[in-house]
Structure formats: C-alpha cells, structure tokens
C-alpha cells in the first residue's frame, strides 16, 4: 500500500479535461509524431492547458520506454518515454503518460502528452 497523499481537484486546484474540438499535430525534431482529432486537453489550476494525444494517434515507433518516473497526487504515476529518429537522435523524455490516472482524471488513461519545450504542439491547424 502506497503511502503517497491522493488529492482531489477543489475550486482552489481545479482540473478540467474536454476534447480540444481541434485538429493536434505534434512534431519532435521536425518529424511528425502525432495527429489526431481525438486529443484532450486538460487544465489544471493556473497551469498552461495540455494535450493528451491519443496513443493511438502517436508514431510509437519513435518512442522508447523511459526509466523516468513521477507522481502527482492528483494524476497518480507517470511514465515517460524518449522520441528516437530515424537517424537515431534521441529527445529524452519528450512523452509523459498516467497508465492508470487517479479516476478524477480517468479520461486520460491510454493517452500521451508531450513536453512543449521538447516538442512543437500544433492545435487547430495542420501542421
């Protein structure tokens, strides 16, 4: 049994997730690694909003399993996974994932975000 606090979103730490209702490109290194309608975008408190790209809709060929991993109290654990090119040069760390997120934010189980200063998030265009 974990000992780790387990927070619920409050008005003072709201955490919001809806569908973006837009077209999400995400590209690392200039190579497109994700498209998708389906993204969600999830606020929390005074954060900048994140897209949480279907895994499905994600290049996993180009992603590769991290050691990395963290916790928040309100998501639960994350995993990480590294973007490799086809040339081999690697982003760490580039993807963070809750496989099994506390249920407040349930709707992002089976969906990937990306770090927006490791990689270009394009919504409500194509890229």
């Known amino acids: 049994m974990s000992d780790r606090q387990v927070l619920e979103p409050t008005a003072e730490h709201p955490i919001t997730v ?3 209702g837009e077209h999400v490109t995400v590209l690392v290194n200039g190579v497109t690694v ?4 389906r993204a969600l975008t999830l606020q929390e408190a005074s954060y900048p909003a ?3 790209i279907p895994l499905d809709d ?3 060929e180009r992603l590769r399993p991290s050691d990395t991993q963290t916790y928040c109290p309100f998501k639960g654990e994350a995993g990480y ?10 982003v760490e760390d580039v993807v963070w994932t809750y496989p099994q997120p506390y249920p407040a934010v349930g ?3 089976g ?4 770090y927006p200063d490791k990689a270009e998030i394009v919504v409500g265009q194509q890229a």
């Not at 994700?34 to 309608?37: I, K, L, W």
């Not at 996974?81 to 690697?90: I, L, N, Q, R, S």
């Open 58 to 60: 994600v290049d996993a």
């Open 111 to 114: 969906h990937v975000a990306f």
């Open 34 to 37: 994700a498209e998708t309608d």
């Open 81 to 90: 996974y590294h973007f490799v090119d086809a040339g081999g040069y690697t």
């Open 50 to 52: 994140v897209q949480y």
């Open 107 to 109: 709707q992002i189980a």
């Open 18 to 20: 809806e569908p973006t």
